[in-house]
């Protein structure tokens, strides 16, 4: 009939097929998710039902001995350390270059450093922490000597030594490593600002900073912020290069020079060999406690992506 609405096409066609197949991939990852929680937990509570001091507050971890005692406080602290000291030294320069490939360079340029970045992002973390643990070290450790010369009045970098392989120097190979992905995924946040927002910047008189501080950092913000998450993701869960440069004393310290400092994977990758059944059950533990620590960082990045998401938005 003239004017009238189109038959609905009934069946199960492709466009049903691929609906039900990325709702049941959906459902998978969830499910995945909450197998690995259950596991997790059901091999944590024998460990923790043994161990004798307080999983939560407790510095020392000699899950071994009897009896067990055992506690996330230290290494805990050590992964957020470290992990900060990567963003604080990655998130300004990885930003910077992204800015730069982006906006002032020209496209030969562009092309040559962004397809480096990436290469350096699929060096194996193996080859960091060989790299932190023989080359880098010793500048490190110049640097930790002048830092304490200078600045020892201030609790970052007091002590008397030795200094080398602190949380220092396994924030800074840290550092190195989340630099590509925050770099990549920031240059090509940069890259979607609408062209007509940069030109009407310009056509107002704006010089290129004021246009990148006025039009692009606006508009890419909520992007920047996930590549920042996905940097962060990547440090808390670093293992091998922080088992390289941390020197594995486990404490509560604010002191980022001095030899010391543990992470929750570099003590995993350590132990586990060696451990016994409770040894086991509380490194599981210990996974548990970063796992929660990654949801809540994921989770958070959701919430701050969708508060942002209206810059996106009124540009569109």
Do not use: C
Request: proline content about 4%; charged content about 15%.
């Amino acid at each position: 009939m003239a004017g009238g609405f189109l038959p609905r096409r009934k069946g199960f066609g492709a466009e049903r097929a691929f609906s039900t197949v990325t709702l049941l991939a959906g459902a998978m990852v969830l499910v995945i998710i909450v197998a690995i929680t259950v596991f997790l937990i059901a091999k944590a509570i024998p460990a923790l039902q043994a161990d004798t001091a307080n999983f939560i507050t407790e510095t020392d971890w000699f899950p071994n001995q009897e009896p067990p005692v055992f506690g996330i406080a230290a290494i805990a602290w050590g992964t957020l350390v470290t992990s900060v000291i990567a963003l604080l030294v990655a998130v300004p320069v990885a930003l910077g270059i992204a800015l730069y490939l982006s906006h002032y360079a020209n496209r030969r340029i562009a092309d040559t450093f962004g397809f480096l970045i990436d290469l350096l992002a699929a060096v194996p973390s193996v080859v960091f922490g060989l790299w932190g643990f023989i080359v880098f070290i010793e500048p490190v450790r110049t640097f930790s000597v002048w830092l304490n010369k200078y600045f020892g009045w201030l609790p970052f970098f007091d002590g008397t030594g030795p200094f080398g392989r602190s949380f220092m120097l396994g924030g800074l190979v840290l550092a190195i490593m989340v630099l590509p992905i925050i770099t990549a995924l920031s240059r090509e946040v940069f890259l979607q600002t609408p062209t007509a927002d940069e030109e009407a910047a310009l056509s107002l008189g704006a010089t290129r900073w004021e246009m990148i501080r006025t039009a692009v950092l606006p508009y890419g913000r909520a992007g920047v912020i996930a590549s920042v998450m996905l940097g962060l993701g990547r440090a808390l869960g670093e293992t091998i290069a922080l088992a390289l440069t941390l020197g594995f004393i486990n404490e509560i310290t604010v002191n980022v020079i001095q030899n010391g400092g543990n992470s929750i994977a570099a003590n995993i990758a350590n132990g586990f060999g060696e451990a016994g059944d409770i040894g086991r059950g509380a490194l599981i533990a210990s996974g548990l406690v970063l796992f929660a620590i990654t949801l809540v960082v994921n989770a958070a990045a959701r919430v701050i992506i969708y508060r942002r998401r209206e810059f996106t938005e009124s540009a569109a």
